[in-house]
């Protein structure tokens, strides 16, 4: 599940809720819209309240880019039990959602706004 929970064109918060096997995992995200840099997706609630995930965009001509995502957070408690899991399943589910992503933005579907 994806909310987006407050927009003002600057920046973005947004939620989050995904499964590890049998563990709801729930974030809540800040996008700050106005550095030139990369897009870093701060978490500023959820199990790892600290993290954040990072794209790196780089242009590569004829409308290609080469698109680096980077995930770093803090694995608290009991969670770090189950780290491979996690990091496999998060793995799996950014992938899937970066493959959306291209498919929206070559359909010339995905809203600009």
């Known amino acids: 599940m994806f909310e987006v929970i407050a927009d003002d064109g ?14 709801k995992l729930r974030q809540e995200f800040e996008l700050d819209r106005t550095s030139g840099g990369p897009l870093v997706n701060r978490i500023v609630a ?28 803090p694995i608290p408690g009991v969670l770090r039990i189950i ?6 399943q998060v793995g ?8 959306e992503d291209k498919a929206d933005l070559e359909s010339e579907s995905y809203d600009p706004a």
């Open 83 to 88: 780290a491979p899991l996690l990091r496999a």
């Open 10 to 23: 600057v920046s973005c918060r947004y939620r989050q809720v995904s499964s590890a096997g049998p563990i």
């Open 46 to 73: 959820g199990q790892f309240t600290g993290g954040s995930i990072t794209f790196q965009v780089e242009s590569q001509g004829d409308g290609r880019s080469n698109v680096e995502a980077r995930l770093t957070a």
């Open 92 to 99: 799996r589910q950014l992938a899937a959602a970066l493959v």
